[in-house]
Nanobody, 128 residues
């Protein structure tokens, strides 16, 4: 059974930073395309998630949504079976539940995203 668990969310002021972590069990993060996605509270869960960043199985190709490019960075630590999202220069509109996700193939999603696997999420709230 594939299990993904996120951690590291919290309350931060605009302009601040956070680092989210994702650990996998029953699953090798190093051998899988991985992504981070988010959902704001106002969004209908049935509409899927907003894909924000992803990497291929080898961890050499990185793609970012326009809304986060230049501010967020993703990385894998294969030895620890961990996947990270570094969030810098946070904005109020970044407030959302953030999910670690995995799929059988790598893609850059611009429409609503329905991942094959995802964790329970970690909340990021940006507020002054």
């Amino acid at each position: 059974e594939v299990t993904l668990v996120e951690s590291g969310g919290g309350l931060v002021q605009p302009g601040g930073s956070l680092r989210l972590s994702c650990t996998g069990s029953g699953f090798k993060i190093g051998g899988s395309p991985m992504a981070w996605a988010r959902q704001a509270a106002r969004q209908d869960p049935g509409e899927g998630l907003e894909w924000i960043a992803g990497t291929n199985a080898a961890g050499v190709t990185f793609e970012y949504a326009d809304s986060v490019r230049g501010r967020f960075t993703i990385s894998k630590d294969n030895a620890k079976n961990m996947f990270y999202l570094q969030l810098n220069n946070l904005k109020i509109e970044d407030t959302a539940m953030y999910y670690c996700t995995a799929d059988p193939f790598f893609a850059h999603y611009t429409e609503r995203y329905f991942p094959t696997w995802r964790g329970q999420g970690t909340q990021v709230t940006v507020s002054s």
